[in-house]
């Protein structure tokens, strides 16, 4: 009798034993708190490989503790393995991104090093365009160039147009036409309709190719079907006034900031309606459509370049030679033409629309139609010059397929610039320019621990300058791009993973093969941990501006013309008289 006590209590203790993992991934966690409800200082934590072991009397209730998950209780009653699974709550941890291994994963299982700009940060901050949104990310420069210009670079060698940051907008590259510019007063999608942005930091050309050399910037937008939703938005603001702006003392028409706040005085308007659609004859389809529009007006800060004339002449460059225009813009039959006051037009006017179409068959196909087009006038810089541009238009149209783990898009961007020109000296710029892409993508497991990721890409740059800026070799100067990746990535143990991946890009400019490999050694000490060994080799192709760019910019005296070339034949060539005073010649 005196040892029934004893015996009652052994038999009322259980043992419980188990392993905590993430409800999402499968990951084992390392420390977990497990405690008994209201008895916190009886417990153990899981161990390196997410196992514990503890002891509970009948009835105890048993409590799974870790920071950035919910907790979970049971209530023991017998011997038992009990596995638990925790859900996520940390929005940080658990985010979502596609742009590190161009598919989803969690953001601290990418190979990369990757910042996401969320919806809420997005929502509440104002920006003039989408580049404002990424002033705060680490790693990220922004060159700005008035209010709204600029461009954002990664790891520095930001100009007036950083190319070696790619800009993808839900996955089409974003950049002008055969200028292969990054733009973002040019793209049509609102601030409202940007669901995130993703910035991938360091090269990515071996999944991305040559444009990809310190980065990416991907900007993805909210699907009518999973955000349907009416927003207006309306904007007023002011600028600085700079008080002690210098004229040009030479120029009779000298530039004074406005004083005037009104004319300082910045207006937007924008407007978003994205709705479903209902199918009633076919409910395993799911519709939704949206359409977005946006009005930007505003007067950036004025400026007087000393190096600019204050009268020129505006001409048409041609293979013959420049045909000078009249006031009106006609060209003079006498070509002689007229002069004009060389007087900057600082104001800037930006209107877009962007629409879009998803169909959602069940849960295994996705089907999206999207395009929009963008209208911008006001003074940009560029690499040769300020250029005036009046009433750029830009547009794209986009189609993409998701089919369980296929992916699929073919989609072409386009330039209408037709009365541009530059300061400097009134020449005249014309861009048709169209970009074609068309790409394929498939990942596939094998086994549970090898994960295949393959594709391919076709570029096709096709510029039209009517000879403004490509001169002699506008008839010769399109260009095509060609490009197929593999990535494989191996789970040696649930903490830790190995990367290999390579691209293949051939293009008719270099007439050669480009090789960039990558590799990654992925090591999660811990929840939350992630600690990455890296490589990449990146390389850049230049676009069609660079290797055909055939355009006069300046008249030296002795009505010597001063023309910027590009390189068509790999390579500088210089073309000269015979000078008869030089007796060395070769």
Known sequence: MLFL???VSA?????????????????????VNIFIDGKKLSGTVSDFDGNYSIKVAKADTLVFRYVGYKDEKFMIDVDKVLNVRLQSENI???TVVVSGSRKQEKILETPSSISVVGAETIKNRVASNAMDFLKDVTGVHINKSGIQGGTPSVRGFNGYFSNDLMTLVDNRIASLPSLRLNSFNMIPTDNDDINRIEVVRGPASALYGPNAVSGVVHIITKSPIDEPETTISVGLGVRSYISDTLPNKNNPYPRFDEKDITERTIRTFAFRHADTIRTTKKRGVKMGYKVSTKVFKGLDWKYSEPSEPVKIIRSLPSTSGPKYLLRDGSIDPKN?????????DEHISKVSVDGRMDFRFKKDLDLILSGG?????????TPIGAMQNRGWKYYYAQTRIMWKKLFAQVYMNGNQARDSYYVP???MFKDKSKFYALQLQHTTDIGKK???????DAFFYNPNSEHTLNGRYEESDNIQEAGAYLQAKYQIHPRLEILAASRMDYGTQLEKISISPRAAFIFKPGTGQNLRFVFNKAYKTAGPAAYYIDAEQATIPVDIPVRVLGTPNSGFQYSFNNNPYYDHQL
């Open 450 to 456: 090898l994960n295949l990721i393959y594709g391919t």
């Open 373 to 381: 087009f963008n209208t911008y006038s006001g003074v940009d810089m």
């Open 11 to 31: 038999q009322n203790i259980y043992k419980v034993t188990g392993k905590v993992t993430d409800y999402e991934t499968g990951e084992e966690l390392i420390g």
């Open 5 to 7: 006590p004893f015996v």
């Open 336 to 344: 002689k033409g007229e002069e004009v006051n060389n007087v900057r």
């Open 92 to 94: 940080e941890l658990n």
């Open 425 to 427: 000296t009134g020449s």
